[in-house]
């Protein structure tokens, strides 16, 4: 009887694990569907500035140059009185 009610346990407690090793399972899944979306959106969301970036850049480039080169001609206008 005692052999009996200890096998009973054991074929319960296999069972027991076996559901929840399925379920952990289906978490994991369902973790990993969760990671694989949001990634996607970051991934997207980096393209879109790194795409805005590349459009600022030569413009402020532009810009950039029109300074220095206006920063250059008052530099030599002040060497010029200067001297």
Request: charged share 25%.
């Amino acid at each position: 009887m005692m052999r009996i009610f200890s096998i009973l346990i054991i074929l319960f407690m296999s069972v027991s694990v076996s559901v929840s090793v399925s379920v952990l399972a289906q978490d994991i899944s369902i973790l990993e569907k969760s990671a694989q979306v949001d990634l996607g959106k970051s991934l997207a969301k980096l393209s879109t500035l790194r795409n805005k970036i590349a459009q600022n850049k030569i413009p402020l480039a532009k810009k950039i140059r029109v300074r220095e080169e206006s920063l250059r001609t008052l530099r030599r206008e002040v060497i010029k009185i200067q001297e």
